[in-house]
């Protein structure tokens, strides 16, 4: 078992003591009047993070229900979707969508480089049949962040929907999402929203929700328009359509309140310092970020080992030696980076310094073995 590791992956992330507490308590009913005033003051925590005045969804399931349940709702049979995809989770957005059509247009870069608007205006040029555009913010795959306001702006200029993966991203890297003009985000509890896994989250802006709802989709468990149906029907007392895992959701309150009461602006300022001190601090060890600042995501430190070291060395001294749990490269960066969750509690210096300093034992010890040999 992986009991008693710091867990510094890019999430989950380690819970906080009131989150613990949350997830230790007896379960409750989740219906009835007095959960629903606690689920609906929930749900304005999350458009506060969110920042949207629309829908928000708490779907039971992982960050990929949610991306599959907006997918769905937004592809009716005249749809069709263009995914951006520059790294494993774009890939994952082909996949979701290529399930629903298998006409889905995928324009794929090179994993490391941002996605561009010359990349999204080929692709439209290209097929005018195209209704809605996918892309993920926080490439959590390689460390890169994507100029998803930029992009969203370009589609917005042409009455295209968009929906945004911020898995990774929401409540550590900055998203406007009524103000960029976002029409569908997903997101997900166990990242920097600071909950455990177990909710997968879709906020829906108002303009777009009125687009959707006339649109005839498949399913009923991941159809936005069920959970729209019981928020409205059931509104009193169970103001959605299936059990929700109360004490998960407890828990991710908790969190969301953490969120909220540091405010959005100080959260993301913090990830951003968290992320450049962490890289100054290993950098004289020979440790090289794989993405420069202004294209490396906040919330995912990515590195590349000193020369001489391999990447599963690293990891593998990391938990032997330190306790420590870090995660390997994805798809091209497999064996060749490992990548940190600077997420919610982990973007501290005092959770941080204890995996810098790991990182800076290992490459001196590197160091003197080969010198030695």
Same mark, same amino acid.
């Given at each position: 078992?992986?009991?008693?590791?710091?867990?510094?992956?890019?999430?989950?992330?380690?819970?906080?003591?009131?989150?613990?507490?949350?997830?230790?308590?007896?379960?409750?009913?989740?219906?009835?009047? $007095?959960?629903?005033?606690?689920?609906? $003051?929930?749900?304005?925590?999350?458009?506060?993070?969110?920042?949207? =005045?629309?829908?928000?969804?708490?779907?039971?399931?992982?960050?990929?229900?949610?991306?599959?349940?907006?997918?769905?709702?937004?592809?009716? @049979?005249?749809?069709?979707?263009?995914?951006?995809?520059?790294?494993?989770?774009?890939?994952?957005?082909? $996949?979701? %969508?290529?399930?629903?059509?298998?006409?889905? &247009?995928?324009?794929? &870069?090179?994993?490391?480089?941002?996605?561009?608007?010359?990349?999204?205006?080929?692709?439209?040029?290209?097929?005018?049949?195209?209704?809605?555009?996918?892309?993920?913010?926080?490439?959590?795959?390689?460390?890169?962040?994507?100029?998803?306001?930029?992009?969203?702006?370009?589609?917005?200029?042409?009455?295209?929907?968009?929906?945004?993966?911020?898995?990774?991203?929401?409540?550590?890297?900055?998203?406007?999402? =009524? @103000?960029?003009?976002? =029409?569908?985000? %997903?997101?997900?509890?166990?990242?920097?929203?600071?909950?455990?896994?177990?909710?997968?989250?879709?906020?829906?802006?108002?303009?777009?929700?009125?687009?959707?709802?006339?649109? /005839?989709?498949?399913?009923?468990?991941?159809?936005?328009?069920?959970?729209?149906?019981?928020?409205?029907?059931?509104?009193?007392?169970?103001?959605?359509?299936?059990?929700?895992?109360?004490?998960?959701?407890?828990?991710?309150?908790?969190?969301? @309140?953490?969120?909220?009461?540091?405010?959005?602006?100080?959260?993301?300022?913090?990830?951003?310092?968290?992320?450049?001190?962490?890289?100054?601090?290993?950098?004289?060890?020979?440790?090289?970020?794989?993405?420069?600042?202004?294209?490396?995501?906040?919330?995912?430190?990515?590195? /590349?080992?000193?020369?001489?070291? $391999?990447?599963?060395?690293?990891?593998?001294?990391?938990?032997?030696?330190?306790?420590?749990?870090?995660?390997?490269?994805?798809?091209?960066?497999?064996?060749?980076?490992?990548?940190?969750?600077?997420?919610?509690?982990?973007?501290?210096?005092?959770?941080?310094? /204890?995996?810098?300093?790991?990182?800076?034992?290992?490459?001196?010890?590197?160091?003197?073995?080969?010198? /030695?040999?």
């Amino acid at each position: 078992m992986l009991d008693g590791y710091r867990l510094m992956i890019p999430g989950p992330v380690q819970l906080s003591d009131e989150a613990l507490e949350e997830m230790g308590r007896q379960v409750v009913p989740h219906y009835g009047a $007095e959960w629903t005033t606690f689920y609906n $003051e929930t749900i304005g925590l999350m458009k506060k993070v969110f920042l949207t =005045d629309g829908k928000v969804f708490p779907i039971p399931g992982s960050g990929s229900a949610a991306l599959d349940a907006a997918m769905g709702s937004i592809l009716g @049979e005249n749809d069709l979707l263009l995914v951006l995809s520059n790294g494993f989770f774009g890939e994952r957005l082909a $996949e979701i %969508a290529r399930s629903y059509d298998p006409q889905t &247009v995928v324009a794929s &870069v090179p994993v490391d480089e941002p996605l561009t608007s010359d990349v999204l205006l080929r692709a439209l040029g290209e097929d005018h049949r195209i209704t809605a555009v996918a892309m993920v913010h926080s490439e959590s795959s390689s460390g890169l962040l994507n100029p998803v306001r930029e992009l969203v702006n370009i589609c917005r200029s042409r009455g295209l929907l968009t929906l945004v993966d911020a898995i990774s991203s929401l409540g550590g890297a900055e998203l406007l999402m =009524d @103000e960029w003009g976002i =029409d569908i985000c %997903a997101s997900a509890s166990q990242k920097c929203l600071e909950g455990p896994p177990g909710i997968g989250l879709v906020a829906v802006g108002s303009s777009a929700w009125e687009r959707i709802r006339a649109l /005839h989709t498949r399913g009923w468990y991941l159809n936005l328009r069920t959970w729209a149906e019981y928020a409205d029907r059931w509104s009193d007392w169970h103001p959605f359509p299936v059990t929700l895992p109360v004490q998960v959701f407890r828990a991710l309150r908790r969190g969301m @309140e953490r969120v909220v009461s540091e405010g959005l602006e100080s959260r993301w300022q913090r990830h951003r310092e968290m992320a450049v001190w962490a890289q100054n601090k290993v950098l004289p060890y020979g440790y090289r970020p794989v993405f420069p600042a202004e294209l490396a995501s906040p919330t995912i430190l990515a590195l /590349h080992p000193p020369d001489g070291l $391999e990447v599963e060395s690293v990891l593998e001294s990391l938990k032997r030696d330190y306790r420590i749990l870090v995660a390997g490269g994805m798809g091209a960066f497999k064996g060749r980076a490992f990548r940190v969750g600077n997420m919610g509690p982990q973007a501290t210096e005092s959770e941080l310094s /204890h995996l810098t300093d790991a990182l800076g034992d290992i490459a001196t010890r590197g160091k003197e073995r080969k010198h /030695h040999g």
